[in-house]
């Protein structure tokens, strides 16, 4: 059964180019078509189910039975919306700088459709099989950075102007712990390729031997998030990720009800549509990122591939509406104090945390530097994070409030 | 030592739990589906005046006397009465036209509240959409009045009481009618004056105003 899509999926897209094994020119085009052209219509598809899942998780938390009239469960819903969007009118403001308006929705598409590329999605489904992809992937994907500020920068409206440059000081700061996060799984994979970064998350030796129970765990338990310096590693990527991507509750950029729609407040129509799936395939992106570093990829018992890696990118989305139905909007200072004074150094310990566990593993083995790992290396993360949440409170004033006036 | 983030986690463990928790408990979903169901009707609520009538006929059974007191009542000036005439051109004591323009009542209750007559009370359908915003909206004499007995279905409490008081009324207009026969009969026998016979007290009429149409 592993790998049984993949294969199948490889295999219908070799069949389909051996149609025109005599034309080269053509035959490379079909070959960028099929590398292309499924993922951009699933990653839409996908855009569309989960605005409906978001919904329908949020009015769930909220106690209401959310979106329920088009199609069964309202699942049809995301079309009405669709063609009411595509129906709309398209509104450019007058002194806008018309250009850049128009750009904007473009500039966030495509590096999120490329983010979208890297991801190793199965077993030989990869569009993009760079040996450097992960760098490549976090190089694309600060450039939606830009298209916000464009979009922000053009309206000439105050509002969207300041979330521009909300969206320009979150994504900048959080960029760093996401990578730095990052940084201690390629150093235990050994390589920047997205691909050999999903293989070393399976117990190799347990997963050719043939016994059953052995292959079944082996492709769960080598999974990152299941070590110390990964389960702390996908903590931290998992925030910086919410920031990254402006989901709540880092939504400063769009917050709606201090500014309007932040960047957005100037777009409708469908310039809007296109800026909403952006940032919704922009977080796909990361969330898939995430997926491939943290919790192993394609890796999975049974129907390893394209399933699990669906599934898994699903369930890290519904946490991300889980979390959005849960916290409340940060504000500016503290996004900004959170990410330089509390994820930073964080990170960097869990840099070194990763090191410590590599040579624990290296000289006596897995089970004692996982024991180890636990409890010295998350030990030590725990106490750095109190320490840090102490020294960055801010100084309480102790003496007695005098009023001067009523005394 | 507490744990980073276990604030966090109680959070989100309040939130999945209204998740769950609408799928299977009614108060966790008390959403009522508008068209297919209508929520249940506090018998408290009101928005639009209408016009009681007793018996089976709307327009003979028409409590209001036309009297004009809720006219200059209420507040956004949405009653609009004029005053049935017979043949001879005397006013009879009620209305040929009375409008309510419910895209202007502000549900003040106050015509109500100075109406002597019980005749106009507060309705709770709350059904009334039109096509017509101007004249579907405008309702008039016929569509305003209802009988008690939807009175009685829709505020129950209330309406029992204004039942209740009617009836006193009645009974002490009754009562004082017959002291008055009895005081008359009495005086007759006592002294009578051929010529000076007392009149009953009528009531006074509120004073008429001019309306153009
Ligand atoms: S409820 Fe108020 S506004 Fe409406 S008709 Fe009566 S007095 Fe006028
Ligand atoms: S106050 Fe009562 S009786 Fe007088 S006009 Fe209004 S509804 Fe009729």
């Known amino acids: 059964m592993n790998n049984y899509?993949?294969?199948?999926l490889v295999e219908l897209g070799r069949w389909i180019e051996a149609f025109f094994a005599h034309y080269p020119t053509l035959k490379l085009v079909v070959h960028l078509l099929l590398c292309t052209l499924p993922l951009a219509l699933s990653f839409m598809g996908a855009f569309a189910f989960t605005t409906w899942l978001e919904r329908k998780g949020l009015a769930r938390i909220q106690n209401r039975p959310g979106p329920n009239r088009v199609g069964l469960f309202g699942l049809l819903q995301p079309i009405a919306d669709g063609i009411k969007?595509?129906?709309?009118?398209?509104?450019?403001?007058?002194?806008?700088?018309?250009?850049?308006?128009?750009?904007?929705?473009?500039?966030?598409?495509?590096?999120?459709?490329?983010?979208?590329?890297?991801?190793?999605?199965?077993?030989?489904?990869?569009?993009?099989?760079?040996?450097?992809?992960?760098?490549?992937f976090f190089a694309i994907s600060s450039?939606?950075?830009?298209?916000?500020?464009?979009?922000?920068?053009?309206?000439?409206?105050?509002?969207?102007?300041?979330?521009?440059?909300?969206?320009?000081?979150?994504?900048?700061?959080?960029?760093?712990?996401?990578?730095?996060?990052?940084?201690?799984?390629?150093?235990?994979?050994?390589?920047?390729?997205?691909?050999?970064v999903v293989a070393s998350q399976q117990i190799s030796s347990w997963v050719g031997s043939g016994n059953i129970l052995q292959e079944f765990f082996g492709r769960i338990l080598g999974w990152n998030v299941f070590k110390p310096w990964g389960f702390a590693g996908f903590i931290f990527f998992f925030i910086a990720a919410l920031a990254e991507a402006n989901r709540s509750p880092f939504d400063l950029p769009e917050a709606d009800s201090e500014i309007i729609a932040g960047h957005l407040t100037e777009y409708s129509g469908f310039k809007y549509a296109i800026l909403f799936m952006g940032e919704y395939i922009s977080a796909f992106a990361i969330a898939g990122i995430g997926v491939t570093l943290f919790l192993g990829g394609w890796n999975g018992p049974v129907f390893a591939g394209l399933p699990w890696f669906v599934l898994k990118l699903f369930s890290l989305f519904a946490v991300m509406i889980w979390i959005r139905g849960t916290l409340p909007r940060l504000r500016v200072d503290q996004l900004m104090g959170y990410a330089w004074k509390f994820l930073f150094p964080l990170a960097i310990l869990n840099i070194f945390l990763a090191g410590f566990y590599h040579f624990l593993e290296r000289q006596w083995g897995t089970a004692i530097a996982m024991l180890a790992g636990w409890l010295f290396g998350f030990g030590a993360l725990q106490l750095a994070a109190i320490a840090l949440s102490r020294l960055n409170q801010s100084p309480t004033i102790r003496s007695k409030r005098v009023y001067q006036l009523v005394e | 030592m507490s744990l980073i983030g276990?604030?966090?986690?109680?959070?989100?463990?309040?939130?999945?739990?209204?998740?769950?928790?609408?799928?299977?408990?009614?108060?966790?979903?008390?959403?009522?589906?508008?068209?297919?169901?209508?929520?249940?009707?506090?018998?408290?609520?009101?928005?639009?005046?209408?016009?009681?009538?007793?018996?089976?006929?709307?327009?003979?059974?028409?409590?209001?006397t036309a009297c004009t007191l809720c006219e200059r009542a209420?507040?956004?000036?949405?009653?609009?009465?004029?005053?049935?005439?017979?043949?001879?051109?005397?006013?009879?004591?009620?209305?040929?036209?009375?409008?309510?323009?419910?895209?202007?009542?502000?549900?003040?209750?106050?015509?109500?509240?100075?109406?002597p007559y019980e005749a106009i009370r507060m309705d709770s359908a709350f059904e009334l959409s039109n096509e017509n915003r101007f004249e579907g909206l405008l309702l008039n004499r016929e569509e305003l009045l209802k009988p008690n007995a939807y009175y009685h279905e829709i505020h129950p409490l209330?309406?029992?009481?204004?039942?209740?008081?009617?009836?006193?009324?009645?009974?002490?207009?009754?009562?004082?009618?017959?002291?008055?026969?009895?005081?008359?009969?009495?005086?007759?026998?006592?002294?009578?004056?051929?010529?000076?016979?007392?009149?009953?007290?009528?009531?006074?009429?509120?004073?008429?105003?001019?309306?153009?149409?």
């Open chain 2, 74 to 115: 209420c507040p956004p000036q949405c009653i609009y009465i004029i005053k049935d005439k017979d043949e001879n051109g005397k006013a009879i004591l009620s209305p040929r036209i009375f409008d309510i323009d419910t895209s202007v009542c502000m549900s003040c209750q106050l015509c109500v509240e100075v109406c």
């Open chain 1, 5 to 8: 899509f993949d294969l199948k």
């Open chain 1, 143 to 196: 450039l939606n950075t830009i298209a916000v500020f464009m979009a922000g920068w053009s309206s000439r409206n105050k509002y969207s102007l300041l979330g521009g440059m909300r969206a320009v000081a979150q994504m900048i700061s959080y960029e760093i712990p996401l990578v730095l996060s990052a940084v201690a799984v390629i150093m235990m994979a050994g390589s920047l390729n997205a691909q050999e």
């Open chain 1, 85 to 136: 969007m595509l129906l709309k009118e398209d509104i450019v403001p007058e002194r806008s700088d018309k250009l850049f308006h128009f750009l904007a929705p473009i500039m966030l598409m495509i590096p999120a459709m490329i983010g979208v590329g890297f991801l190793p999605l199965g077993d030989g489904l990869h569009a993009l099989p760079l040996d450097s992809a992960i760098i490549f």
């Open chain 2, 6 to 64: 276990k604030g966090i986690l109680k959070g989100m463990g309040v939130t999945a739990k209204n998740f769950f928790q609408s799928y299977y408990r009614k108060e966790r979903l008390p959403t009522v589906e508008y068209p297919e169901e209508k929520a249940t009707i506090n018998q408290f609520s009101r928005n639009f005046p209408f016009l009681l009538y007793d018996g089976d006929d709307p327009v003979d059974g028409m409590r209001c």
């Open chain 2, 158 to 213: 209330e309406a029992r009481e204004t039942d209740d008081r009617m009836a006193a009324k009645a009974a002490l207009a009754e009562a004082k009618k017959k002291a008055r026969q009895k005081r008359a009969r009495l005086a007759a026998k006592n002294k009578p004056p051929p010529g000076l016979k007392k009149t009953p007290p009528t009531r006074k009429k509120p004073p008429q105003r001019e309306k153009s149409e």
